[in-house]
């Protein structure tokens, strides 16, 4: 079982940058994918951004991309998302994501995360 820990969200004006960083538990998620999703009220969860087990390959959403980028370190059983030039539309919760496949391929639908974090908030405003 792995458990996810979201931290560092946010109230921020728009164009702002924050990071966020999800530690994982229970089991290390070195060999395993990982990814973000996010979730407005009122809207279904999507994707974001996913990054491959070994930190060498990354996807990213359109409306994220160019702005957003994903890390991870695998020393520390951690997974980041620098997000930069924040807009009102990037308000949600952000949630971590892992997968259960040994080097698995990228998730970037919800139906195949097998973990999920708790959410940390991200407010940004105009």
């Known amino acids: 079982q792995v458990q996810l820990v979201e931290s560092g969200g946010g109230l921020v004006q728009a164009g702002g940058s924050l990071r966020l960083s999800c530690v994982a538990s229970?089991?290390?998620?070195?060999?395993?994918?990982m990814g973000w999703f996010r979730q407005a009220p009122g809207k279904e969860r999507e994707f974001v951004a996913a990054?491959?087990?070994?930190?060498?390959?990354?996807y990213y959403a359109d409306s994220v991309k160019g702005r957003f980028t994903i890390s991870r370190d695998n020393a520390r059983n951690t997974v980041y998302l620098q997000m930069n030039n924040l807009k009102p539309e990037d308000t949600a919760v952000y949630h971590c994501?892992?997968?259960?496949?040994?080097?698995?391929?990228?998730?970037?639908?919800?139906?195949?995360?097998?973990?999920w974090g708790q959410g940390t908030q991200v407010a940004v405003s105009s």
């Open positions: 994501a892992a997968d259960n496949r040994y080097k698995g391929p990228l998730i970037i639908a919800t139906s195949t995360v097998d973990y």
């Open positions: 990054i491959s087990w070994s930190g060498g390959t990354t």
């Open positions: 229970g089991r290390t998620v070195r060999n395993y994918a």
